[in-house]
């Protein structure tokens, strides 16, 4: 059981504040981070105009060390494998981009793919003679084995895959497409952007090539923060698109050797403070207890889909048969930006998600927006409510 009482006292937007709380209901979006994040990185900040960047780096070496470290432990991977970055969409081109193309290749992207993975596959498509292809879903919407199993040749060069979409409450068969495109030598790169922080993940387990993630969502980091996890039998043969004297040293007037495992990745500056920032939110995270956070944002979820479901003129707009965090919902002959201005004069907190940004999936299902409702373990029952009974009011 999580102590929610000692994770409020943990969160400046709830211990600071005088007055009722607010509903904070978008970790799918950016979420509320803990003191101990905030304390970093304004300390860290605080010491670089004290000392100068370089020195106060060199006194936090162990702790930036500890940054992978942490993250390692939370996805069951060497530090090795893991690069820091400072987006989830920066991670996953990073890698994407380092894997060959040739003409007549093709890329198998999810159903429910996020944009930024799709423009990048099609801009390297198109410069590759490659083609971009979309994994149906099944009835249910979620991502079809089967129909995977039967696009797979050994042209197919890269399969990416959506863990949980950015609209909806969605969980893909993960470890099962990975068995399946890799029977024909497909790399399959993961977009974990919306589970991390909010679902067990096991690269070992999952069996995928590379997997990408940010900060500042579920895992309650700073912006401007994300990770790359590459499979080290992987790592070893791929050259990064861009290099720099951190992911390679010059070792002669002709020549460069690539660095040794994930940091290849990494380019040599970055934002310390937000870096350290991250490591703190993920070893909060495993201070308090994932299986425990994990277990109360899936409750809330829960909560939240059966008050959903109950208000006449409300439609859920979540997929698939195993769910997550995030819930997904229409009201009738309401705008979706109409809704979200009324709940935010109410001091609710949700998101709108565009058809935009998951293009193939909303076009399919003749969507052009979605309310998104994503709330993590800080939120208390009785702010669900409250959501909840605004949600009635205004379908009313
Ligand atoms: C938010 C999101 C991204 C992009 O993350 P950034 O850190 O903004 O680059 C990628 N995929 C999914 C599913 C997302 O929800």
Redesign the pocket.
Known sequence: MLDTARIRADTPAYADRTGEPPVFLDS?GSSLPPRVVLDTVIEHLRREAEIGGYRAATERLDDLAGVKSAIGTLINADPTAIALSD????A?SDFFYAVPLVPGDRILISGSD?A??AIAALQRARAAGATVEAIPSDETGQLDLAALDSMLDERVRIVSL?H???NGGLVNPVAEATRIAHRVGALVLL?A??SAGQLRLDVAELGVDAM?A????WLRGPRGT?FLYVRPQVCRELEPSRLDLHSASWTGPQEYRLAAGATRFEFWECDVAARLGLGAAVQYLLDVGPDAVFATIAAHARRLREGLGAVTGVTLRDLGTAHAGIVSFTVDGRDSVEVWKQLRQADITVTVSHSG?TLLDMSARGLDSVVRASPHCFVDTAELDRFLTAVADLAR
Do not use: E, H, I, M
Request: with cysteine; hydrophobic share 20%; proline share 4%.
């Open positions: 799918a987006s989830a969409s920066r996953w996020y930024s993975n959506l949980v979409p950015t977009d952007c919306q990408s940010t900060g500042r969502k994300g940004s």
